[in-house]
């Protein structure tokens, strides 16, 4: 009878025992949900203050375009009574080792490549430089492709997929022994200082070999993901505490552009130059988000700092003919709140991006192509 009883009572406390272990587990796993509601709540949080400075920038940026173009306007009017004033100005990747291409030269009626350059029906001729932003070709045909359709223009895409707009270290500014495919490559081999076989694979090169740019209205800039991503391209070689980094200007991003957008206005005078600052980026690693435009710095400062020296650089040289597109502005749409519709892995445009930013781009040409008139 009391080997029965013993039995019965190591029962009721292994079952009580296991209860307890249950109920622990289950308190355990509440904890745990508890842990990561909140910190879902935090990072929602975070990204919306996060949106609201992208908001409060793009305001800024264009309050100071517009008061620019307004004083640009009243200037011009003095000048000339008889004239409409100066044209309007405003606003406005790949990881670097990857050179994918999809450079092309595109008609607006048939959407065939030009190969002569003739295309008598077009009202424009757009050339276009930078980076897998530009070069991507989606199933609507990509920004360029777009652009081409809604200016009525005729296209020729330079854009190379991995490319910055300074040299890398290794790269050498000698005409003689020149290797970069950097936006400086294209400035140069469009200048004809340098042969185009540096371009050899690319797609680029067929069209710059077809391109006669003594035609062309528009360059089209858009350059500086890449310059932030390799961690090799310092944005400015002046420091903001009032060192000079001892490197030459073409191996820092504001310097390239402003190399780049000089020559371009020296050598084509009838053309205007429409320089685009990067727009707002997610960046991951694998699957795990580690900043944004706002948030991450490698060491040369956020892509938003990128962002700013490209509205410099744009604005110093307004009066000859450069116009500043803000990728990183309202006006573009790509901010925390849209970057879901219009990026498709942080960076690269989707479909609906790529529409919405050769929207932008369009209505920036052809207010101010038509404006001439």
Known sequence: MNGNQNRIKRFRHGGSTLLIGVLAAFCIMAVIEIIHGQNQVRAEREKRALAEENRELAEKIQELTEAQGDLNDENAGQKDSGTDGAADQGENADPVSDHSVSANSASAQDGDHETDGDGEDSAMQIVFMGDSILADESENGGVAALVAQACNARVYNMAIGGTTAALLPDEAFDFNNWTSV?????VQAALG?????VFEGYK??????????????YFVV??????????QVARSKYLENGDVLDIKSE?????ALEIGVVNLLDNFPDAKVILISPHYCEIF???KYIGN????????????DYCGLCSYVALQHEKDGVIFFNGMGEDCGIDAYSVTDYLVDGIHLSAQGCQRYSDCISRRILAD?????
Not at 193 to 197: A, E, K, L, P
Not at 293 to 304: F, K, R
Request: hydrophobic content about 25%; some cysteine.
């Open 182 to 186: 950097s936006f400086l490559g294209v």
């Open 193 to 197: 200082n340098i042969g185009t076989d």
């Open 204 to 217: 680029a090169k067929e069209v710059m070999d077809e391109c006669d740019f003594s035609k062309t209205d």
């Open 222 to 231: 858009n350059y500086g993901i890449n310059d932030f991503l390799c961690r």
């Open 251 to 255: 191996y820092t991003y504001v310097g």
């Open 285 to 287: 690693e694998g699957d």
């Open 293 to 304: 435009s706002y948030t991450l710095d490698y060491g040369c400062g956020t892509l938003v």
């Open 369 to 373: 192509f038509y404006r001439e008139e």
